[in-house]
């Protein structure tokens, strides 16, 4: 059973943490935090609220299904869809749901994710930005990486934030469950930023602050000849090792 009140403090600190200046991952409106509060709903960032200081009417319930179904919806306004985001909500009386609320209503449904956050971090966009920036993200660099972040992310193109962002992450995010058989813990999106899912806060917040570190350690290899990259072996190694699984989920704070 969900402690929803639990689930709301932690999101809020978890916002606090991943809009920290220092990170550099969100200033201004940027970046959205949201948690699964019950079977049926998830708490999802409003919009028009800041991340290092929001509060907990910063944050709206909505309802899985409601939200779910403009995935289905082709061709949608951009006003119909805020109008059924709005619709979604469980008290009328809260605040309007991010438009990046489906995006985050689709993660949340997979396995193992109960919470999500998307942040536009400095670092990482200088690669998502970046013109090799597919190719640069391809390997991986150092075990710690692997441990927070996963053996591969997913790279979404460039799409219109939106309703059409969160159809396209949706079927790359099934593509990489098809192939791998579990979850990602990070998707890139080229010229926007990326998403952190996992299990617990604590998986989401580390994954977001090794991404800005890994990106900025991937930038300084460029100056020395590019990335020397471990092989598909050393990566798959550290994922499956016993011990980095225990280390995964002492920092996951996971039983
Ligand atoms: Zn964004």
Sequence with gaps: ???????????IGLSHRLGDPWLE?????EGNTSARASDTTFLVKASGFQLPTITEDGFTEVIFEKVLSLLEADDISDQAVKTCLAAARVSQEAAHPSVETILHGLLLQLPDVEFVAHTHPVA??????ARDGEKAFAGRLFPDE???CGPRYVWIPWTDPGAPL???????VQRFLDEEGFAPKVIVMQNHGMIALGPTSASVENATRMMVKMCKILLGTY???????LSPAAVERIFTRPDEKYRERLLEKKD
Excluded: F, K
Aim: glycine share 8%; aromatic share 0%.
């Design 166 to 172: 969160a159809r396209r992450v949706h079927v790359e």
């Design 146 to 148: 692997i441990v927070c």
């Design 1 to 11: 059973m969900i402690d929803r009140q639990q689930r709301l403090n932690e999101l």
């Design 223 to 229: 100056l020395l000849g590019g990335p020397n990259t």
């Design 25 to 29: 991952a969100a200033i201004l409106g």
């Design 124 to 129: 990482v966009n200088a690669i998502t930005c």
